[in-house]
């Protein structure tokens, strides 16, 4: 790609060749040449061929099964799941480059049928896995290594696994059920377009372009920009609201009536392996915790100069500070921090340039928003953000980029062990985003600048943590008023009711509020999802704060912490960190750090 990397003295600094560091749309040659292309024919045949291979171990699977002949079939079992994954993920990511793509759409669909089918073909493994009588699944497990957690945890879901014909059903059901809604929900809303004044013209804007616009210093515009958005989408909302509300049904009816899980959340948990309990703990600690954002809104106020500041202004700057970033600039920004960290992590993110595996263009049909998606343990991660310039897209491609250094230095593992669990998924990249605001305050000689990032943490704190944490209350209220019959309105009278509690009188809130619930995609995408962003912003906030206080010492067990990937059960890694998640003083900590930040910016 003509990177050149040079270390110096003060960081990390970069020269480029062939425009690496422009904002481009990413390249998907690592998986296939295109969507048409011999290779990806080959893929389907060959994954077919490794399942028919796969499913001759059928009648080899029993109570005595010796120890090398079960790991085979584990390591066969992770070489089809690679290649699916190829397919799988080649066809999403294609997707998301142009939601409204019909060649793009017709092979997601494509793709899903057939994994999903393939997939049910080789079912009986982890069913008959599950069934194994603990004497035996221990045996194995002492001999599994790097798989022990992921076979362990498999058996986490016994009790509520269904035999292997409705296990089938399930996902058969699932194409045309759940997976169909969600693609059509995404269509439907990635098309939309927002036509806004800006600067004396009027503009047709994309989600993301109109979201930029609530963080500017011009009041009205924040306004138009939020008013605009709940407009289109609470005229849309009966027809969305009937969406996210087959899919409760969908979830209840599968989680609840046939796997019998306590709760709806239950379900998500387990997948996380995080006890209910805790996951309790930590809403609950959030919900006690209203006062601190409520006192940041109230300062902010002061500092805009009005009374009471409006939902509008949220993420209002408080100073005249309109400084942009180029993408060059902000890479560099970025990278120098990570180097300044440890220059491994500088190294791994500078794989995600230098393979072109980013797509950092602002486009009409792309999907708004950013993730980093890892596709398997050998190939270098992509990464989808919508770069303006801005300080917070500065910040987003940090974050995303933590996300990628994470699964590469825990690449190491097994495909089913890389990944930690959506929790402990977000330390890297809040991590990266701390990493990156303080070296912007020890650089940066402007104090309207400087204010800026040090509300902008506050702001953040408030993104992730509380907002999410109410995000997640109201999923538990709309799965339980969904089915006791609640109308779609009734549906957004009580998310209302949840920002009303959640701000108290801290702000003035618009009645066009009552509609944002149907354009958060992740509780459509993946139910009771978001309780993990506050619970790793929480987390990684005590990890930055002893950072703080051990330095150097530090690292070596942070990077053992995210190394370690998915490879032990969540609850262990955390234990074996020190941190106490089952006490709400843990969570407490958190938010008296943030009540630390709150004081200090009352004092400027």
């Given at each position: 790609m003509g990177l050149l990397c040079t270390i110096s003295s003060r960081g990390f600094s970069m020269t480029t060749q062939n425009d690496v560091f422009k904002q481009s749309r990413w390249s998907l040659n690592d998986l296939f040449p295109s969507a048409n292309s011999p290779e990806m024919n080959n893929a389907f045949k060959q994954?077919?061929?490794?399942?028919?291979?796969?499913?001759?171990?059928?009648?080899?699977?029993?109570?005595?099964?010796?120890?090398?002949?079960?790991?085979?079939?584990?390591?066969?079992?992770?070489?089809?799941?690679?290649?699916?994954?190829?397919?799988?993920?080649?066809?999403?990511?294609?997707f998301t480059e142009d939601t409204q793509n019909q060649q793009a759409q017709s092979l997601a669909a494509r793709a899903e049928q057939f994994v999903t089918e393939q997939s049910n073909k080789i079912l009986f493994f982890t069913l008959w896995w599950k069934d194994l009588s603990e004497k035996n699944a221990l045996r194995l497990m002492d001999v599994s290594g790097d798989y022990r957690y992921w076979l362990e945890e498999m058996r986490h879901f016994k009790p509520y696994t269904l035999s292997e014909a409705e296990e089938k059903i399930i996902n058969t059901k699932d194409?045309?059920?759940?997976?169909?809604?969600?693609?059509?929900?995404?269509?439907?809303?990635?098309?939309?377009?927002?036509?806004?004044?800006?600067?004396?013209?009027?503009?047709?804007l994309t989600r993301g372009e109109l979201m930029s616009l609530v963080r500017l210093p011009d009041a009205n515009l924040r306004a138009a920009a939020y008013q605009q958005q709940y407009q289109k989408y609470g005229e849309e909302g009966p027809v969305l609201g009937q969406i996210y509300q087959t899919i409760v049904r969908d979830w209840y009816n599968e989680n609840i009536g046939l796997r019998k899980y306590k709760t709806p959340i239950s379900a998500r948990n387990l997948g996380n392996d995080i006890p209910d309990d805790v996951v309790d703990t930590l809403l609950d600690v959030c919900k006690k915790n209203t006062s601190v954002f409520q006192r940041f809104f109230r300062l902010k106020a002061k500092w805009l100069g009005v009374d009471t500041i409006r939902r509008y202004d949220v993420y209002a700057p408080v100073a005249e500070s309109n400084k942009k970033y180029p993408f060059e600039m902000a890479t560099e920004l970025v990278l120098d921090s990570f180097q300044e960290f440890d220059p491994r992590f500088a190294q791994l993110a500078q794989r995600v340039f230098a393979q072109a595996h980013i797509d950092s263009e602002v486009r009409k049909g792309k999907r708004f928003g950013a993730?980093?998606?890892?596709?398997?343990?050998?190939?270098?991660?992509w990464v989808l953000i919508n770069y303006q310039g801005k300080a917070e897209d500065m910040a987003t491609l940090a974050h995303e980029l933590g996300h990628a250094i994470h699964s590469l230095l825990a690449s190491d593992h097994s495909i089913f062990t890389q990944h930690a669990c959506l929790p402990l998924a977000e330390t890297a990249s809040t991590f990266g985003e701390m990493m990156l605001i303080d070296r912007l305050l020890a650089e940066e000689k402007d104090e309207g600048v400087r204010r800026f990032f040090l509300f902008k943490q506050v702001d953040d704190s408030y993104a992730t943590i509380m907002r999410q944490a109410y995000f997640a209350l109201f999923e538990k209220t709309a799965h339980e008023m969904t089915l006791q019959g609640a109308a779609v309105d009734a549906i957004a009278d009580a998310y209302f009711e949840n920002l009303q509690d959640q701000f108290g009188d801290s702000l003035i809130l618009g009645e066009e509020f009552r509609w944002e619930w149907v354009s958060i995609p992740h509780i459509y995408h993946t139910p009771f999802y978001v309780y993990a962003y506050a619970f790793g912003q929480l987390l990684v906030l005590s990890l930055y704060n002893q950072f703080k206080n051990e330095g150097n010492s530090f690292k070596p067990k942070y990077i053992h912490l995210l190394s370690t990937g998915g490879s032990k059960a969540p609850m262990q890694i955390l234990d074996e960190a020190g941190m106490d998640v089952r006490k709400p003083e843990f969570w407490q900590g958190g938010f008296d750090l943030i009540a630390t930040m709150v004081a200090q910016l009352e004092t400027l």
């Open positions: 994954a077919e061929k490794m399942v028919a291979d796969f499913e001759n171990n059928r009648e080899i699977l029993s109570e005595d099964i010796p120890a090398d002949t079960f790991l085979q079939i584990v390591k066969d079992l992770e070489a089809l799941t690679r290649q699916m994954r190829l397919i799988n993920d080649y066809a999403e990511l294609w194409l045309t059920g759940f997976a169909a809604l969600i693609r059509l929900y995404d269509s439907i809303t990635n098309r939309y377009t927002f036509r806004v004044a800006v600067d004396g013209e009027e503009k047709e993730f980093c998606a890892t596709v398997a343990p050998d190939l270098t991660p």
